[in-house]
């Protein structure tokens, strides 16, 4: 399985990104599909989740301000972020699960400058 991440960048305080996910490769059956972060000097954490069945789940500090989705038809997962913050930059990195194991993209930067 392949992840290919896209739509990070440089974006003022307030503003807008949509990150897109593409999973390609051995897909039998996705159980969740999601974004992760990880900031300079921190830990990756967990920014949001759909899981296969139609919830999802969101990091509280995201809550209100980023959308998750998934087209499942193009194995793919979106995450509409808006009002973003300085606190908001970092490394976005997609993630996919399937059956037991789990699966990474390469990662996308998103700066927000403010």
């Known amino acids: 399985v392949q992840l290919q991440a896209s739509g990070g960048g440089l974006v003022q305080s307030g503003g807008s990104l949509r990150l897109s996910c593409a999973a390609s490769?051995?897909?039998?059956?996705?159980?969740?599909m999601g974004w992760y972060r990880q900031a300079p000097g921190k830990q990756r954490e967990l920014v949001a989740v759909a899981i296969s069945g139609g919830r999802a789940n969101y990091a509280d500090s995201v809550k209100g301000r980023f959308t998750i989705s998934r087209d499942n038809a193009k194995n793919s997962v979106y995450l509409q972020m808006n009002s973003l913050k300085p606190e908001d930059t970092a490394v976005y990195y997609c993630n996919l699960v399937q059956f037991t194991r789990e699966w990474w993209g390469q990662g996308t930067e998103v700066t927000v400058s403010s």
């Open positions: 490769g051995d897909i039998v059956s996705i159980a969740a």
